[in-house]
């Protein structure tokens, strides 16, 4: 019989970490714990199934089969698990804020400096409209662009983490699911 607690515990964890990520108030860090915790955690639900699955190894190894082949292939898992390898052994940065329009001003900050003759120079700065997105990283050698698509279907707004978390939670959860569905009889 599987034992699934410790990979429930990884997508609670996961979705914890990713919640803490959105109520995160004040500028916005592009090497955020919380989203890489968020990521890691997410990684874990797999291996934590396969382990609590040893003692039915040879029914759930063609069955996870169908499950590590779409995390190779599909662009969203795909993404997600090379960012957790990257978070783990790189130094790429996998979500950020970037300006999503320089044509739109929000707002200006005064920035304020001394000249060479002593005198206090104050600048307006224009602040622009800008999001939190996924970013491009590389890791072993290959560039990993944020995700378009998810099991064929296209994403609704590209590079937003909360579209990419919500999927990839659905992913996890129906994995379990099935797993208990199948093993748990």
């Known amino acids: 019989m599987p034992n699934l607690f410790y990979a429930q515990e990884e997508l609670n964890h996961?979705?914890?970490a990713f919640k803490r990520f959105k109520q995160t108030n004040g500028p916005h860090h592009p090497l955020n714990k919380d989203f890489q915790d968020f990521v890691i955690h997410l990684d874990l639900v797999f291996i934590k199934a396969?382990?609590?699955c040893q003692d039915i190894r040879n029914k759930f190894e063609p069955f996870q089969g169908?499950?590590?082949?779409l995390r190779r292939e599909d662009p969203l898992l795909s993404y997600l698990k090379n960012a957790r390898d990257a978070i783990n052994h790189g130094m790429e940065i996998i979500c950020d804020l970037q300006i999503t329009s320089e044509r739109k001003i929000t707002s200006y900050i005064d920035i304020s400096h001394v000249?060479?003759?002593g005198s206090t120079i104050t600048e307006k700065v224009p602040m622009y409209a800008a999001e939190i997105k996924l970013q491009k990283f590389n890791i072993n050698g290959k560039d990993w662009l944020?995700?378009?698509s998810h099991l064929g279907t296209p994403l609704y707004c590209k590079g937003d983490p909360?579209?990419?978390a919500d999927l990839a939670f659905q992913f996890y959860e129906d994995f379990l699911s099935e797993i208990k569905r199948k093993f748990c009889k």
């Open 14 to 16: 996961a979705k914890e």
């Open 162 to 164: 909360s579209e990419v």
């Open 66 to 69: 169908q499950y590590k082949k």
């Open 146 to 148: 944020p995700p378009i």
């Open 115 to 117: 000249d060479k003759e």
């Open 50 to 52: 396969e382990r609590g």
